[in-house]
Structures are given as structure tokens and as C-alpha cells.
């Protein structure tokens, strides 16, 4: 049910409060949705194994690992047939040092979020990374001075 109709109030409910902090006890989620504990933990295991839920992580702070700098790399290539797409997406995954990257329609083709510890780490990046991804024609980029809201935060 990709569309998300199957889902009520209190399935959503759960969601919120996951995507919130995903460490809480089925106890404390079951109390804030107001469901007792046995059918909340039934809903969230449901949620899980539908794929509404993909999985938990921690947040990590990017100061604290020397990972402040961020960039966002406009890219254009030189042909967007599906094989070059399929040539740059699979080496857009393999490369550690890209974030994020959004396939965009619009007046260039990708847009990557490259992480790093400063302008110097995000030069080497530019050169040693994304210079070498297939079909590159030309970047262009956008540093950021600060994140004013950062979900992944």
C-alpha cells in the first residue's frame, strides 16, 4: 500500500512518534498514541514488515566527527539515456563521501550533498570523486554557511 490509505490514525500516530525517536519503549509509544501495549507493538511490527517502516539509525553529530562543511554540487552530464543514469547512479552509491543525491528536473540533472571536514577535504572530493563520475560534463556549487532545519538532525 505504497499510496498510504491503509493507514489510520493510530498507525500514523506511531509514525510520528518513531520518526521522532525510533529508541522509544512500545510502552511510552503505546501511551502517547493512546493504545495499550499489545496492539501497538502489533501495529508496529505490521508497519515494519509492510515497509511503511524502513529501519532505525542513530543520528550522528557532524560537528563532533569533523563533518561540518557541506556542499551541494549542481551536475550536468553529457547524456541522460537510461544506461548513463544507470552508470552515474551506481557510482554516485559507491562513493562514501556523497551524502544525498536527487535526480532533478530542471536546468541540470543531479543534485549531490557532499559532507566533509572543510573547503580543502571538499576540493579533494570535487577532484578525486566527482570529477570521476561517469558522464560528468560539468558542477557547480553550493556551500552552505548554515542549517537553519536539517531533518536528519
Known sequence: MPDGAA???FDRKILAVLSRDGRLPITEIAREVGLSKSPTQARVRRLEREGYILGYRALLD??????EHVAFVEVR???TREAALSAFNAAVR???EIEQCHLIAGQFDYLLKIRCRDMRAYRDVLAEVVSNLPYLSSTSTHVSMQAVKDAAL
Not at 62 to 67: E, I, N, Q, S
Open 62 to 67: 557532524p560537528a563532533k566527527l569533523d563533518r
Open 7 to 9: 493507514l489510520d490514525l
Open 77 to 79: 552530464l553529457t547524456d
Open 94 to 96: 559507491a562513493a562514501p
